[in-house]
């Protein structure tokens, strides 16, 4: 990843923090993105550090602006942010439905469409990741929100996949199964995390999807299963 540049929305959350290390220890410059992110939550000489709300269509394109005019471009962008609600959908109120959709669809749509228009311009070809849920594969009772954004995230980034072929753009989709976060285990105390998904797999996944040994890998929906499988 030496001279590539990454930009990772989410990056200092349960996730995030080990994607960001992942594509700092393999030499890429870094932009870390999240509402409250600052500059010292990665002491290494290749991060910087952009606040942001990119749920917000023009803090993304911000944001985005601010990564080209520093650095010139965006090889790989890599979209983690997102949020989890659960609940009956005869209970979800307007305001979680909102946010679900807001946390981990409507972020991803504003900062790729953004990205792509800089990767098609700026250096024609680069790649795209984002970070769905297992759970996204089929309904789910009492998570109908959250299972419905994570849905519509796919078939976003898959179509980003499909319409961007031609300029060598490359866009796939993650998908995790419960992962063994500090919040994860805050919210499920009774689980034994032993058998979910570790986070630095799935980060050193997000880099594989990164490199040149992927470029012919496309659109493509990848499961991750825990050890229950």
């Given at each position: 990843m030496d001279g590539k540049v990454v930009?990772?929305?989410?990056?200092?959350?349960?996730?995030?923090?080990?994607?960001?290390?992942?594509?700092?220890?393999?030499?890429?410059t870094v932009v870390g993105t999240s509402r409250s992110i600052s500059q010292s939550d990665f002491e290494h000489e290749k991060f910087t550090a952009i606040p942001a709300d990119i749920s917000e269509p023009d803090?993304?394109?911000?944001?985005v602006a601010q990564v080209i005019e520093r650095f010139g471009r965006i090889d790989v962008l890599v979209h983690v942010m997102?949020?989890?609600?659960?609940?009956?959908?005869r209970e979800t109120d307007d305001e979680t439905w909102k946010k679900m959709f807001d946390l981990n669809v409507n972020s991803g749509f504003y900062?790729?469409?953004?990205?792509?228009?800089?990767?098609?311009?700026?250096?024609?070809?680069?790649?795209?990741v984002a970070i769905g849920s297992l759970a996204a594969s089929e309904p789910h009772a009492g998570i109908g929100a959250y299972v419905a954004?994570?849905?519509?995230?796919?078939?976003?980034?898959?179509?980003i996949a499909?319409?961007?072929?031609d300029a060598g753009i490359t866009c796939n989709v993650i998908?995790?199964?419960?992962?063994?976060?500090?919040?994860?285990?805050v919210a499920m105390p009774s689980a034994?995390?032993?058998?979910?998904?570790?986070?630095?797999?799935?980060a050193k996944l997000v880099l594989y999807l990164a490199s040149e040994q992927a470029a012919r890998v496309n659109g493509a929906l990848i499961p991750v299963y825990g050890h229950e499988g």
């Amino acid at each position: 990843m030496d001279g590539k540049v990454v930009l990772i929305t989410g990056a200092k959350g349960g996730l995030g923090t080990n994607v960001t290390l992942e594509f700092l220890a393999a030499g890429a410059t870094v932009v870390g993105t999240s509402r409250s992110i600052s500059q010292s939550d990665f002491e290494h000489e290749k991060f910087t550090a952009i606040p942001a709300d990119i749920s917000e269509p023009d803090a993304a394109r911000e944001l985005v602006a601010q990564v080209i005019e520093r650095f010139g471009r965006i090889d790989v962008l890599v979209h983690v942010m997102g949020g989890f609600a659960a609940g009956k959908m005869r209970e979800t109120d307007d305001e979680t439905w909102k946010k679900m959709f807001d946390l981990n669809v409507n972020s991803g749509f504003y900062v790729a469409r953004e990205v792509v228009r800089c990767m098609r311009e700026a250096q024609r070809g680069g790649r795209i990741v984002a970070i769905g849920s297992l759970a996204a594969s089929e309904p789910h009772a009492g998570i109908g929100a959250y299972v419905a954004a994570k849905t519509a995230l796919a078939v976003v980034f898959r179509t980003i996949a499909m319409e961007n072929v031609d300029a060598g753009i490359t866009c796939n989709v993650i998908l995790p199964a419960t992962m063994d976060t500090a919040a994860n285990r805050v919210a499920m105390p009774s689980a034994d995390p032993s058998k979910w998904v570790q986070p630095g797999e799935v980060a050193k996944l997000v880099l594989y999807l990164a490199s040149e040994q992927a470029a012919r890998v496309n659109g493509a929906l990848i499961p991750v299963y825990g050890h229950e499988g």
